[in-house]
């Protein structure tokens, strides 16, 4: 497994990071990168450390050494054990850092006991499945069309999705876009694939792709978004920015142009029936809900810590609606990590004995997770309301001394100083105000699919599973029971001799 300069160094390898128009020479040094690089490689350094690793790290199946998320599993404890493995991890970001190394195990932890749904590739599938966990390897994924017309049919934007467009005896070429490469510049290899069903008519199954690329890859661009690391550099200290400034993990677009793809890195290629249906047919969506139920669920004991010491800073703890604002997050706090027990404790049966999430308790978390934290932000905003604004503009105010006589005075709480209350609200607006906190609205609500897909494929998976089938006939036993004469259960005493409509 890497350590974390081990880590630092594989990123400086060539890759070509774009960011405000200008390539990024080192994303290990550039101060957009360089505090979110040292977070993971903080990761990496644990699962060396004597105690921590007792949690994080197991063998898998050729004997190497690796974090839990990624050994195929076989019984509810392997996954609990999973479980908690995840959230140590999590805890080292407090939740922020959804994308983090042992994400990607939601797909590579199957690929050796899924290896057969990947027809032709199977080999490759393990070999990948062995790369990846001996060396806890980095890895993003783009599944997602750029939104360039989604109006038009898939085969009129050919030219934008990546694709095949050429095939040699030792591999194939690819060109165009996927998004969003969450944590795509500090990452090792990029996963593609796609999200639903891919068919460019006339027989043109050259978008019917899964592969993995290395970010160094020749012909591969990486466009960043703005960087909230970097704004926080610039225009403040940690004091003002301590969740963007160390958390930030910058999202992209990636762009294949022309990008060669070695055969053993391809695990489906002009195959529609398993490019449309690796989602479902290889459990990803249960592992990806089980790694981000476990993370929220971590992100929202932190929120449940701020609000409780925000309440008993401002004096207002005692105040009834605000204990029950706080007793509601704590009721979502529970609820989530309910749901990750369920999903542990009462697996799926999938192939060759694997011990796949739960899936009822999966399509729970998908839809309840984007409206949890879009309540709980909304609670910290009613509750904690106007201190969040009325906040000295930086750190430095403290250190001017006419300004601070002034500032221990007027922004002192209940029982804490004007530092400490300042320190504490500063990283509750950083974690919902600032563009960072922003964007983690937008991450949470999006993370899962979006808001119409989350539902549909919900109810989808009822009608398949057999599960609504079962609702329908529960409904239905309870109106077998009556009919237009009466009850037809003998149970219950029709009602002839005192009912006022028949007499």
Request: no cysteine; glycine share 8%; net charge negative.
């Amino acid at each position: 497994m890497l350590t974390g300069k081990e880590f630092l160094e594989s990123l400086n390898d060539g890759r070509e990071v774009y960011l405000y128009g200008e390539k990024v020479e080192d994303v290990t040094e550039h101060p957009a990168f360089r505090n979110s690089a040292r977070s993971y490689a903080r990761m990496y350094d644990s699962l060396h450390d004597p105690e921590l690793s007792k949690k994080l790290v197991t063998e898998n199946e050729y004997g190497d050494k690796t974090h839990r998320f990624f050994k195929t599993p076989k019984s509810p404890d392997d996954l609990f054990k999973t479980r908690d493995a995840i959230a140590e991890w999590s805890k080292l970001n407090y939740g922020f850092m959804g994308r983090t190394p042992d994400y990607k195990a939601s797909f590579i932890g199957h690929l050796q006991g899924y290896a057969d749904f990947f027809e032709g590739f199977e080999d490759n599938a393990k070999e990948w499945y062995r790369k990846v966990s001996k060396d806890v390897s980095f890895v993003n994924h783009t599944v997602i069309n750029p939104q360039v017309d989604r109006s038009k049919p898939l085969h009129e934007n050919k030219d934008v999705f990546v694709r095949a467009v050429g095939e040699r005896d030792d591999g194939i070429i690819v060109s165009g876009a996927k998004m969003v490469g969450t944590s795509a510049p500090l990452t090792h290899y990029n996963f593609v694939a796609n999200y639903g069903p891919k068919d460019l008519g006339d027989g043109d199954q050259s978008h019917a792709l899964i592969f993995m690329v290395p970010m160094n890859a020749p012909g591969m661009k990486i466009i960043s978004r703005p960087s909230y690391e970097l704004k926080a550099a610039t225009t403040g200290t940690p004091f003002d920015y301590p969740l963007s400034s160390r958390f930030d993990e910058n999202d992209a677009v990636i762009v294949l142009d022309n990008v060669f793809i070695p055969w053993e890195d391809v695990l489906a290629y002009k195959n529609v029936e398993v490019s449309n249906n690796f989602v479902p047919g290889t459990n990803f969506v249960n592992r990806f809900s089980f790694h981000g139920g476990t993370r929220l669920a971590v992100k929202l004991d932190f929120m449940a810590g701020l609000l409780l010491k925000a309440t008993e800073g401002a004096g207002t703890k005692q105040f009834r609606g605000v204990q029950v604002n706080v007793g509601e997050v704590l009721a979502l706090r529970n609820m989530m990590w309910s749901l990750t027990t369920a999903m542990a404790s009462e697996p799926d049966k999938g192939m060759n004995g694997l011990a796949v999430p739960n899936s009822f308790a999966s399509h729970a978390y998908r839809v309840l997770a984007p409206d949890t934290w879009v309540r709980v932000k909304n609670i910290f905003e009613q509750v904690v309301a106007g201190g969040l604004i009325q906040l000295p503009s930086s750190s430095k105010d403290f250190l001017n001394e006419d300004l601070r006589p002034h500032i221990d005075k007027y922004y002192r709480g209940t029982g804490i100083s004007a530092e400490e209350r300042v320190k504490l609200l500063k990283m509750i607006w950083d974690a919902i105000g600032t563009e960072f906190g922003g964007r983690h609205e937008l991450y949470e609500v999006n993370y899962a699919g979006n808001t119409e897909n989350i539902r549909i494929e919900t109810l989808k998976h009822a009608e398949f599973s057999g599960a609504a089938d079962a609702y329908k006939g529960f409904a239905e036993s309870a109106m077998s029971d009556y009919d237009l004469h009466g009850w037809t259960n003998d149970t219950w005493v029709n009602p002839s001799e005192i009912n006022l409509v028949k007499q």
